[in-house]
């Protein structure tokens, strides 16, 4: 599995309970999925995710097959969970759409953006940056065009704010 063919859902923030379930930080709001890939060493590793469940606002509840005990489960904490993009549940009114777009800065590449994010009062797009995930704000002012057809996005960024 590639990550173009992916989009990430979430963190794996702590173990749930001795028997390897898991508490998942996801700004989704809800999951579809049969399988999902867990960022291991640059490799995305699948697992069957057995169960799945709402735990508290932004927070999921994950059992995943092979991952039977809170040992296993500590050595998944803080590794990064993707689903296929074909099995995204998309809102209404969000920023998906932006997935697999190209973001430019003043018409200098940046990279692709792999995944959007809502705030109380910000909405963030996710930028593989140099290999690393950049949170940048999609706010109207930064932006300067978004073409649909070719999913390039062009924002004029503040100086320094790719250095964070």
Aim: overall charge positive; proline content about 3%; glycine content about 4%.
């Amino acid at each position: 599995m590639t990550i173009d063919e992916l989009v990430l859902f979430g963190t794996i923030s702590k173990p749930f309970s001795f028997r390897g379930q898991l508490i998942v930080y996801s700004n989704f709001n809800s999951i579809s999925s049969k399988t999902v890939f867990v960022k291991i060493d640059d490799s995305y590793v699948p697992f069957k995710l057995v169960n799945s469940s709402l735990h508290k606002k932004n927070l999921f509840k994950f059992k995943l097959s092979e991952i039977n005990d809170e040992e296993k489960a500590k050595s998944l904490l803080k590794k990064e969970v993707y689903i296929k993009k074909d099995e995204l549940v998309k809102n209404e009114d969000s920023l998906d759409f932006l997935i697999n777009f190209t973001l430019y800065n003043k018409k200098v590449f940046i990279g692709p953006i792999i995944s959007t994010m809502s705030r109380i009062g910000q909405d963030l797009i996710v930028v593989d940056y140099k290999n690393k995930n950049v949170l940048i704000p999609f706010a109207k002012q930064l932006i300067t065009n978004i073409d649909k057809e070719e999913q390039i996005l062009e924002m004029d960024l503040p100086n320094g704010l790719l250095q964070i």
